[in-house]
């Protein structure tokens, strides 16, 4: 049987990349797309180690229309997309709105615009838990009310969200799935691939490895007098491959016509919160290393505390978080001591 063909944008990033794996693994073809501004070719050498089969790649900018209807043209019968690629710094998104909010849109209203030309019915779209704020209660489901977003990139994802349902409601030939993530973590257990930030990372796993392995001196971690019960912040830390399968669960419903409206919202997190103390203890546990960290001030527009309720991902896509936060931050670990062994750092 001729195997499903998939557009893969942003699939040399840091999510893309696993996804493609498990894609791959599942048997579809993979193409990907990715401009490479957050990401490097290398990637693919390690997706190919992984699953002996190289994606096809395409350097290409979704913002480029011309670029992407030849894409289209050149790769026939791409079955679905799963669309990733765009710009995820939350202060950068700040400090320049407009790239933020050009990247982001421009990349999504440019392959919703291509679909119904060259016959592709489904894209599931990559979206965050950021569009709930501070939520009123824990754990949050998907039925929970929208917050005004706290930054430009906050305000992309509920944007985009928009532009996908307005779309959709236009009488659009489409169907999308919006997978909203919590806090994505850990690498692949090959350690062939992994999460590698440009410059200082901003989120907090990268920063503890970093830390552990001294690239980095000191962890700060931003707040201990939060009303939690160790005083810091408590997040929904998901195993990126964990979260990589649910998008080929998901593409699988799309292409088998099994969704049940033509935009599904799922939150995809593990249904527990972890303080950062907490992970942080849990690195010095599988990593033998203590970390050197010391609490400072409260970082501006944190949120408190926010886990999934994933019941409907777990009962509806049959999906469900399976990897523990040890192995998970053994994963990352492994992963900061291959880029170590490698000499990238
Ligand atoms: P990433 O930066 O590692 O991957 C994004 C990829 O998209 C990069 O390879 C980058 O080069 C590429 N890209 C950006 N703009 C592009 C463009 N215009 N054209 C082509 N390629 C472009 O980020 P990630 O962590 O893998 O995130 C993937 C998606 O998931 C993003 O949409 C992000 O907003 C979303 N998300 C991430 C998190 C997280 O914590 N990592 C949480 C929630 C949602
Ligand atoms: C986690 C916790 C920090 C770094 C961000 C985006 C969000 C989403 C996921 C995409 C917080 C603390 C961190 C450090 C620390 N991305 N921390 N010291 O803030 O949950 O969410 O990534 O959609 O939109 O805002 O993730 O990893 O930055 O922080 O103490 O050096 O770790 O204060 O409590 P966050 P994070």
Redesign the pocket.
């Known amino acids: 049987m001729k195997k499903k063909k998939i557009l893969v944008?942003?699939g040399?990033?840091?999510?893309?990349s696993h996804t493609v794996v498990e894609l791959q693994n599942a048997g579809y073809e993979v193409v990907i797309?990715?401009?490479?501004?957050?990401?490097n070719a290398d990637v693919l050498e390690g997706i190919t180690k992984i699953t002996g089969t190289r994606p096809f790649f395409e350097k290409?900018?979704?913002?480029d229309l011309t670029a992407l209807t030849a894409l289209f043209k050149k790769h026939r019968h791409i079955d679905g997309i799963i669309h990733?690629?765009?710009?995820?710094a939350v202060g950068e998104s700040v400090q320049k709105p407009l790239l933020y909010y050009r990247?982001n849109l421009v990349?999504l209203m440019n392959l919703l615009e291509l679909m119904p030309q060259f016959d592709v019915s489904g894209i599931v779209f990559?979206?965050?838990?950021?569009v709930y704020g501070e939520p009123d209660e824990n754990p949050i489901d998907e039925n929970a009310p929208i917050k005004p977003a706290t930054s430009p990139y906050g305000n992309t994802?509920q944007i985009n969200e928009e532009i996908i349902r307005d779309y959709v409601h236009s009488g659009a030939p489409i169907k999308s799935i919006i997978l909203r993530?919590f806090?994505?973590i850990g690498a692949h257990s090959s350690a062939e691939i992994g999460?590698l930030p440009i410059g200082v990372p901003q989120?907090l796993v990268p920063y503890i490895t970093q830390t552990g392995i001294k690239v980095r001196k000191q962890l700060s971690v931003f707040g201990d007098d939060y009303d939690t019960p160790d005083g810091s912040c408590i997040r929904d830390f998901i195993n990126v491959v964990d979260l990589a399968k649910a998008h080929v669960i998901a593409v699988e419903r799309m292409l088998k016509n099994k969704t049940e409206e033509a935009v599904e919202i799922f939150n995809l997190g593990t249904g527990v919160g972890v303080s950062v103390l907490e992970l942080i203890h849990v690195f010095e546990k599988v990593s033998g290393e203590k970390l050197n960290y010391k609490i400072v001030g409260r970082r501006e527009g944190d949120i408190e505390k926010i886990w999934a309720n994933p019941d409907k991902a777990n009962n509806v896509l049959g999906w469900k978080a399976e990897e523990s936060i040890e192995d998970t931050m053994e994963s990352a670990w492994k992963w900061q001591l291959k880029l170590r062994e490698k000499g990238i750092m």
């Open positions: 944008t942003g040399t990033g840091y999510i893309g797309v990715d401009n490479l501004s957050n990401s290409i900018d979704c913002n990733f690629a765009a710009s995820k990247n990349s990559s979206s965050s838990c950021t994802k993530y806090n994505p999460e989120n």
